[in-house]
Structures are given as C-alpha cells and as structure tokens.
C-alpha cells in the first residue's frame, strides 16, 4: 500500500506579519519559507501508517523550484519517495489549476490507497485543494480527521471532527482524506534523514512529463481569480476648499448651502 502526502512551501508564520500586500503576487515574499506546518501532520501520519501496513510514502508537491524545500523536510522526516512538479506553465495556478496538477501526477503512482493533506495553507488558507484532488480523481474526500482507525479490505475507518461531535466514517479505497493538528504529534527529522534529503535528486516534472495534464487548464491563464491582477487601490483624490464667512453663522449657513449644492445631505 502507498501513502501519500501533499505538501506545500509557506512562510514562516513568525515573519507573516513582515509581508506586504504588494509582494504577495511576485511569489517573493521576502521571509523564510517553510513546510505548511498543517502538512507535517499528513507527512507524520503517512509515516506512520505505512509502519503499521509496511507501505510505501511519497510526499509531492505543486510549486517552484524552492519548493523542493517542502520535499526535503518529508524526506528528513523519513519520507521514501519525493515528487516535485514544476514548470514555469504551473505559475499563478488557482486551487483548481493546482488540484489539477497534483491529482494528474498522482494518478502515475501505482496502488496508492491514501492522499493525505494538511487541512490547509497558512498562507492560501483556502482549504479546498484537497476536495480538488478527489474531485479530479473521481474519488472520496474525507476532510478534518483526527484519527485513521483502520486501512484494510479497500476501506478506511477514519474519525473526523466536527462541531457537534466526532463523527466515524468508513470510506472506500483510494481516497483523500485532510488531517487536523489532533491526529498525531510530527516528528523532528534526525541527522540520518537530514542527510539522506540533502542527497536525495529532486528533478522537476513539467506538464510534458505528466499525461493528461492540459497546460491550458493549469497557469495563470486557467485561473479565475489571477493575483498577478492585484493591484494597490488607487490613491483617493481629496480637495480641501475653507468656507469663508465674516461670523459663525456666515460660516454655517455656508457650509450648509455647500454641502447641499454637493447633495451631500
Ligand atoms: C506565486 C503564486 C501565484 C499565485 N497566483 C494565483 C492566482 O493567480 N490565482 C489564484 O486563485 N491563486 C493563485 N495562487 C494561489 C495558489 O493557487 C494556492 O496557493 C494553491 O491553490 C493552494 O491553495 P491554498 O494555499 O489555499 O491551499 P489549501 O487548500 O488551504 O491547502 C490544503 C492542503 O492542500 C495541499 N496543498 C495545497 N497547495 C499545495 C501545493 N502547491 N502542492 C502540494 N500540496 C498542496 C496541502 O496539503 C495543504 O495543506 C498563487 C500562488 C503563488 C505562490
């Protein structure tokens, strides 16, 4: 059985606050980047469960070339299969465009049970790729589980939370599922995983390495919403004119005569 774990490059949630609103559209926002802290709970799980069914973890992830910083973290973590997709054609993707793009390269892994996500980005933070991936894949979706009870016989029993309570929900086989902070606690990568990461090769793939990925349903171009149209709001124009008048009430009835010429009141 394969677990696998999607992952994405974040700021560093202690220099967030240091981002500005122009940067957001560059991709450089000039802090630390960071495995999504929500995506190291996926990659621990996927660990962990393929201890307990002697499986196989892949993480992969959709980005740029600096991504391969979120694919290093998993392998440090003792992730055994790292898949970076990138190409230039996948920059400015929206969820849906970048749902796309994981769910056409996971299909390329054979025998693949589980898709593990975080619950969501830190800085996106929409929280729906996941349910993209399923939807491209024609499969389940299980979002905020706390707890993956069992993987056997094409089904998975996993607990999720919810407002009013926890729920169990038994789902077949492949799915997606989005994990929440209370499903385990991640791992510190040791210096043997640290090691293997920084030797492990991450070539990118690009849609040509990747059939049944469309380059014109991915990219800026697919998008609904494209951030590189973010702009400032432009400048508000004010004048400033001073009412003229020998008294106060000179001044008011003035004032008053203006604001009515302009249908302010
Ligand atoms: C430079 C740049 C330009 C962008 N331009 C646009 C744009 O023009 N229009 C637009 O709508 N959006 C744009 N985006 C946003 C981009 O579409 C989202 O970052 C992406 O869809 C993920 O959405 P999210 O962050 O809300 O993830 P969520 O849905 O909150 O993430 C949930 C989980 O899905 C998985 N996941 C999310 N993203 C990835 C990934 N990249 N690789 C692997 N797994 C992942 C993780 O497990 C994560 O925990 C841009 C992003 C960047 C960096």
Same mark, same amino acid.
């Given at each position: 059985m394969k677990f696998i774990a999607c992952v994405k490059l974040t700021p560093d949630t202690e220099q967030l606050?240091?981002?500005?609103?122009?940067?957001?559209?560059? $991709?450089?926002?000039g802090v630390t980047m960071v495995l999504n802290p929500w995506d190291e709970y996926a990659v621990e799980e996927v660990l962990q469960l393929a201890e307990r069914y002697d499986g196989d973890t892949v993480a992969i992830t959709v980005g740029n070339e600096d991504f391969v910083e979120a694919l290093k973290r998993a392998v440090a973590m003792g992730v055994g299969e790292a898949v970076l997709l990138s190409?230039?054609?996948?920059? $400015?993707?929206?969820a849906w465009g970048t749902a796309d793009i994981l769910a056409q390269a996971i299909?390329?892994?054979?025998?693949?049970a589980l898709v593990l996500t975080g619950k969501?980005?830190?800085? $996106?933070?929409? $929280?729906v790729v996941g349910a993209g991936v399923a939807c491209k894949l024609g499969i389940p979706y299980v979002s905020?589980?706390?707890?993956?009870?069992d993987v056997s016989g094409g089904y998975a029993v996993v607990r999720r939370m919810l407002d009013e309570g926890v729920q169990t929900v038994k789902v077949s086989l492949p799915a997606v599922v989005s994990v929440s902070i209370e499903i385990n606690e991640p791992r510190y990568p040791n210096f043997m995983g640290i090691r293997k990461a920084s030797r492990m090769q991450y070539p990118a793939q690009g849609v040509g390495d990747?059939?049944?990925?469309?380059?014109?349903?991915?990219g800026v171009g697919a998008?609904?919403?494209?951030?590189?149209?973010?702009?400032?709001?432009p400048k508000r124009g004010s004048q400033c004119e001073f009412i003229q008048g020998a008294s106060a009430v000179e001044q008011a009835t003035s004032l008053v005569d203006k604001l009515i010429a302009d249908k302010v009141i």
């Open positions: 606050a240091e981002v500005r609103l122009e940067k957001v559209s560059t $991709g450089d926002l190409d230039p054609a996948f920059a $400015g993707s929206d299909k390329q892994q054979d025998g693949y969501q980005s830190v800085d $996106g933070n929409s $929280g905020n589980v706390i707890k993956i009870e990747i059939p049944g990925l469309e380059s014109g349903k991915v998008a609904l919403v494209k951030w590189t149209d973010l702009r400032k709001p």
